[in-house]
């Protein structure tokens, strides 16, 4: 798979969550199980405006050359990937909600491993 293809879907990812976040929070975190209350409304909305940037940034620098600004584009995505991953797992083996939270540790673990391929992998396909 190119980069530019992956950083595509990775800001496609992020756009769905984000827009899901701002306009359905507690519709979107009952699917999984969670209930949330204002506060949690608007601590998603929030997550979901975080997400939409990053989207954003992503979709944006999918196409730049290699370079600081495309490395920092990356490492942000990796280390959003990876603290996601740990979030997720610890919350779905902790119980808190339902089974469809292993398919966020899914979609974290997909979206980490391919920023370490295009990160520090021996390849650096555009």
Do not use: E, H, K
Not at 54 to 71: F, K, M, S, Y
Not at 87 to 111: H, K
């Amino acid at each position: 798979m190119r980069r530019s293809t992956f950083m595509a879907i990775g800001a496609l990812i992020a756009f769905a969550f984000g827009l899901a976040f701002i306009v359905v929070p507690a519709q979107l975190m009952a699917l999984y199980g969670v209930a949330l209350d204002t506060a949690g409304q608007l601590m998603g909305r929030y997550f979901g405006s975080a997400f939409l940037g990053i989207g954003v940034l992503t979709w944006l620098g999918r196409n730049a050359p290699q370079g600081d600004a495309l490395r920092a584009i990356m490492m942000g995505n990796f280390v959003l990937s990876i603290t996601g991953l740990a979030v997720g797992v610890l919350a779905a083996l902790s119980g808190l909600g339902n089974a469809l939270l292993w398919s966020d540790v899914a979609i974290y673990l997909l979206m980490t491993a391919g920023w370490v391929f295009f990160l520090f992998g021996g390849q650096r396909r555009s």
